[in-house]
């Protein structure tokens, strides 16, 4: 018995082209939606890599004003190092007037003063080369002067260049006195009276302070000392 078809003759196709349809909107939906994270997923790492290029400026300029902070400190303390500086050069660690007093002191008997000099300069840069450019680097940092030399002068008349050996022996033993030598010693005649003038040099020595060295040093010579423009 011959089969009998009720459907259409294009329901078949009907169905197979809605299948076709169906199965390419799951493909394009499915396509879309990879499109739209790939976007979204792109997007993120921009808006990432912005926020740690944000994060990274920051820092920078965090970084900077640190430095800016440090410079200014550093600038500061250059400023407050030199005043300083400029307020000890006012006032004198061993006043003169104390220093007279030390050197007439320690003069031998029937010695007297004639003449006493101050002489400042400033200290000469070292012969070695890494030394003084190490030197003077260090001082192009901190802004501070080149040391100062003081050099005593001491004209005096004295009775035998005995007695003014004793007298330079009493100076280098000071912790006042660097090195003292002599500049000359000749005799003379004063009121018909022979006499040893003499001249010694000395260096003082910038690191004491009066106060550190009236105690120790202040000891008078073993005799009596006659004051500055008595007789010999």
Do not use: H
Request: glycine share 4%; net charge neutral.
């Amino acid at each position: 018995m011959p089969s009998i078809n009720l459907l259409p003759d294009d329901y078949y196709k009907r169905r197979c082209q809605k299948r076709a349809n169906t199965l390419c909107l799951v493909l394009f939906a499915v396509v879309m939606a990879g499109v739209v994270a790939a976007v979204l997923l792109s997007e993120r790492r921009v808006a990432r890599a912005e926020q740690v290029a944000r994060d990274v400026e920051q820092q920078y300029q965090r970084a900077a004003q640190r430095i800016e902070q440090m410079q200014q400190l550093e600038n500061e303390k250059a400023r407050l190092d030199r005043k300083a500086q400029d307020t000890a050069a006012l006032v004198e660690r061993l006043p003169r007037s104390t220093l007279l007093a030390l050197v007439t002191n320690w003069l031998p008997e029937y010695a007297s003063l004639e003449c006493f000099e101050l002489e400042t300069e400033q200290a000469k840069a070292s012969s070695a080369a890494g030394r003084s450019k190490f030197a003077r680097v260090s001082r192009e940092r901190s802004g501070a002067a080149p040391p100062e030399i003081v050099t005593l002068y001491i004209t005096g008349r004295a009775k035998t260049d005995v007695d003014v050996g004793q007298f330079l022996a009493r100076l280098n033993a000071s912790r006042i006195i660097r090195s003292a030598r002599f500049v000359y010693s000749e005799a003379k005649v004063y009121n018909d009276v022979p006499v040893r003038e003499f001249q010694v040099e000395a260096v003082l020595n910038g690191n004491v302070d009066a106060a550190d060295v009236v105690a120790t040093d202040a000891a008078p010579a073993e005799n009596t000392v006659s004051y500055a423009g008595g007789q010999p």
